[in-house]
């Protein structure tokens, strides 16, 4: 357990949509931001990829992989002077299948998903990671990406039984080996939990801590599993993650919190002790403290959120 088993179970991907872009130059697709995630995958050929935000453009070619955490809007075409379509025009009513665009020059195949989640409980993850992922073929983490791609094609190509579920379920493993791929190369310039992950000796305490989050931990026994001393522990903690590991450990006990408040009905007596609370009033005071509000009224905001 680390923290982005955490992450990703309380993100609740509620939806997954996708749809398989045949493209001959010249031609140009423009996609509008919005909540959900974007991920791309250039199964043949090569295109221009133009991200809001970033400001040189990308080229993309056949193996490589995009993820848009944030959202944020982008642009796909052959050539940079070629004009755009709006998504929304083309797309509209062929989720899940195939979309020809352009004309008979050089052709490009590549698919475009889109998922939505729990914005809320995605925030630790959200917060670390670039506007842009991109993930070229050559790299050694995306070799990892070689199998989800191959199954990708085949889904989006050829549609079968249970394809949508299934595309759906690799958009995920997508996400998570982009993500793993970022952090093997950026890992060393950066800070927080995420980079963190990667370190040798701070890594094993981080997971110790995810994995038994009620655990009554101190900074000796963390220390103990990063086989440092304690002083050496608590440094290169702060380096590393940019806070004290008590104050990232009750970050992330109440992130939890947080998450069993809004997607259940646990009694927050209950919810205290699974995160290591003895008492209920101990537990409320820290919510709040890190919340802003108390655990009833998160409850009730989550569930508005809900339902709204």
């Keep these: 357990m680390d923290p982005l088993d955490d992450v990703f179970a309380a993100m609740r991907v509620r939806s997954a949509l996708y749809a398989r872009l045949e493209a001959g130059a010249p031609?140009?697709?423009?996609l509008a931001g919005g909540e959900s995630a974007r991920f791309g995958l250039v199964v043949r050929g090569g295109c221009l990829l133009e991200v809001e935000g970033v400001a040189q453009q990308v080229a993309l070619a056949a193996g490589d992989c995009y993820v848009l955490a944030h959202g944020t809007p982008y642009v796909l075409r052959d050539h940079p002077n070629t004009p755009t379509v709006s998504c929304t025009s083309v797309v509209r009513d062929r989720i899940g299948g195939l979309v020809e665009l352009g004309g008979t020059g050089t052709a490009a195949s590549v698919i475009c998903g889109w998922f939505h989640f729990d914005q809320r409980a995605a925030q630790p993850l959200l917060a670390l990671l670039p506007?842009?992922?991109?993930?070229?073929?050559?790299?050694?983490?995306?070799?990892?990406?070689?199998?989800?791609?191959?199954?990708?094609?085949?889904?989006?190509?050829?549609?079968?039984?249970?394809?949508?579920?299934?595309?759906?379920?690799l958009a995920d493993i997508v996400f998570v080996q982009a993500v793993r791929a970022h952090v093997a190369a950026n890992g060393e310039s950066q800070t927080g939990w995420l980079a963190a992950l990667a370190d040798a000796r701070i890594g094993p305490a981080l997971r110790a801590m995810h994995k038994d989050i009620a655990h009554g931990w101190t900074v000796e026994a963390l220390a103990g599993a990063a086989s440092l001393s304690r002083?050496?522990?608590?440094?290169?903690?702060?380096?590393?993650?940019?806070?004290?590991?008590?104050?990232?450990?009750?970050?992330?006990?109440?992130?939890?919190?947080?998450?069993?408040?809004?997607?259940?009905?646990?009694?927050?007596?209950?919810?205290?002790s699974a995160v290591g609370y003895e008492s209920e009033a101990a537990f409320s005071k820290a919510f709040k403290r890190e919340k802003g509000i108390a655990p009833g009224a998160w409850r009730a905001a989550a569930r508005e959120g809900a339902t709204a």
């Design 27 to 30: 031609w140009g697709l423009s």
């Design 131 to 169: 506007v842009l992922l991109h993930v070229k073929m050559e790299q050694a983490r995306a070799l990892a990406l070689q199998g989800t791609l191959q199954l990708l094609a085949m889904e989006t190509g050829e549609p079968g039984l249970g394809s949508s579920l299934l595309v759906s379920r």
């Design 231 to 272: 002083s050496a522990f608590a440094q290169r903690f702060r380096e590393r993650v940019g806070q004290s590991p008590l104050e990232y450990l009750t970050q992330w006990r109440m992130f939890k919190a947080g998450n069993m408040l809004g997607q259940g009905d646990a009694a927050v007596g209950a919810i205290a």
